[in-house]
């Protein structure tokens, strides 16, 4: 499935490619969490089933590209690097740059990452622009939470690359 929503003159095009209904369900996260801010997405969602050949969803992206054409260029949006949503924003990348358009792909997505996107002015900001801001939200989010002591408290870690080594 996919849905499309018409981009505003001027502004970057964003396509999510996803496995399954992933991206559908992180754009309606972006809508709860943002409320009536998150509701006027001009995002394109292009879901993939396993069983779909990969010509059938580049030709889906291309679609999808398309209706969200603001005349800026494109964030294409996947959920793992190497996979077939992945490799097809790839293409459709490389076929953008070959016509002189400005392009950037964006794999591992979270929802922190998509509010981050949905605030960030597509209107001024390039693609890589808007890939670095979701880059640093999701290196400020992601973390984990390890028990120190059974019953005891708990320790929330940063990346290994902010931690620093004690010796």
Known sequence: MSTIAV???GRVGVVLVMHGTAGGALVDAVAEVLGAAGR?????VVDHAQAEPRAALASRVAVASAGVDGGAGW?????LV?????NVCVDAAALARAAGR??????????????????LDREHLAPSELVAGALETARRTVRALRDT?????????APASERTRTQ
């Open 82 to 86: 190497g996979a077939t949503p992945g």
């Open 7 to 9: 981009n505003r003159s």
């Open 149 to 157: 002591a059974c019953g005891g408290s708990a320790e929330v870690l």
């Open 102 to 119: 400005p392009v950037d792909v964006l794999f591992g997505v979270n929802l922190a990452m998509l509010v981050k996107l949905a605030s």
């Open 40 to 44: 006027d997405l001009d995002w394109a």
């Open 75 to 79: 964030l294409y949006v996947s959920d």
